[in-house]
């Protein structure tokens, strides 16, 4: 059985709040991934389901095709897309769920809606040091994921068996996205008790791996080739690597988003490897860097993110953004991989 997450007062609260609300918003941090979307479809799944809700999914903008077959992902709406329809929905919310995100800033250009919004606020979050004002923050950095965390409200609420598989298909993919597969930040025998649980409501989770890890193009594939093969820059004495990708190898390789997802990952394979670094142009704005990390053991990612790349996240996988050029940002790269010398 799962321990509560929350106080009999905190749920009393987030019961009240509910019922209390008529407009609803939920919503995640920008380029949203399985986690973000997962937790917010499954939570709206139970607002409606549970509680007789109507509550609307707003997201700052574009998220990878392989999660558009998520159920009800037809719903949500994109704030770069519709400003102002959301603008005129978030100034007159009574309640807004901030999902996997710890800072207001990580919505991007929702944030001044957000922040400016009268309507009650409700983080649920997995993330260091949350700084969103609320009434109600369910905050809990050693969970797996946002979803894990939706689950165990769900369970302690005691409703999870009134709910479908359109509750259990994104909590279960939240999980495995934000773990890797399971591969890392997945320790907890409660893990497995969840996916015990979510496999009662019927849900392929083979299937989800494949619509998330098996559904991109031939480009994307090639593109994976190139990166590893001409932009892979390993440091065999730190047992690091960093990898580049340029706005041109995207034009090369007809780049969508989503389609690095997953990269930064692959360096780790190499025997006694612990850290690897994605740096990627963006596809628009110049001088604006993507970073992301990951490592294995007890390498703190997120701790090296923090020092040198404007980011955080957890132990062993986060992720930053540089201000400067890719050159620029493979020379801090090299800066930070000699400056957690000894911690590698």
């Not at 944030?111 to 009650?120: F, I, N, V």
């Not at 894990?148 to 359109?166: A, M, N, S, Y």
Request: proline letters at 3%; one cysteine or more.
């Amino acid at each position: 059985m799962l321990n509560n997450i929350i106080t009999s007062e905190q749920q009393e609260q987030l019961l009240k709040l509910i019922a209390e609300s008529e407009t609803i918003v939920l919503t995640c941090h920008q380029n949203a991934d399985g986690d973000a979307l997962g937790s917010c479809l499954a939570w709206a799944e139970v607002l409606k389901s549970v509680y007789g809700k109507e509550p609307q999914i707003f997201v700052p903008d574009q998220y990878p095709d392989y999660l558009h077959w998520l159920p009800n992902s037809e719903k949500i709406i994109r704030y770069d897309k519709h400003r102002e329809g959301c603008d005129f929905v978030l100034a007159h919310a009574d309640l807004v769920f901030c999902l996997d995100f710890n800072s207001a800033h990580r919505t991007a250009e929702m944030e001044s809606a957000l922040c400016g919004s009268p309507a009650k606020k409700v983080l649920i979050d997995h993330h260091l040091d949350p700084t969103v004002d609320t009434v109600l923050t369910i905050s809990l950095p050693e969970a797996s994921s946002t979803c894990e965390l939706v689950f165990r409200i769900v369970w302690q609420l005691g409703c999870f068996d009134q709910l479908t598989k359109h509750f259990a298909v994104p909590i279960y993919c939240g999980m495995m996205t934000d773990t890797g597969a399971f591969t890392y930040n997945s320790d907890s025998c409660d893990i497995y008790f969840i996916i015990s649980q979510l496999l009662t409501k019927h849900i392929n989770k083979d299937k989800i791996y494949r619509n998330v890890y098996h559904n991109f193009s031939e480009n994307r594939l090639r593109l994976m080739g190139f990166v590893m093969y001409e932009r892979l820059v390993v440091d065999s004495a730190r047992h690091a690597s960093y990898f580049t990708i340029t706005r041109d190898d995207m034009k090369r390789f007809h780049f969508v988003k989503g389609d690095a997802e997953g990269l930064v990952n692959m360096p780790l394979q190499i025997k006694g490897h612990k850290l690897s670094i994605s740096l990627r142009e963006d596809t628009e704005k110049d001088n604006l860097i993507w970073v992301s990390l990951r490592s294995v053991d007890q390498f703190p990612c997120n701790k090296m993110a923090a020092q040198f790349f404007n980011g955080g996240g957890h132990l062993n996988a986060s992720g930053g953004r540089l201000f400067c050029s890719l050159a620029e940002a493979v020379d801090i790269t090299k800066q930070a991989i000699l400056a957690f010398e000894k911690e590698l």
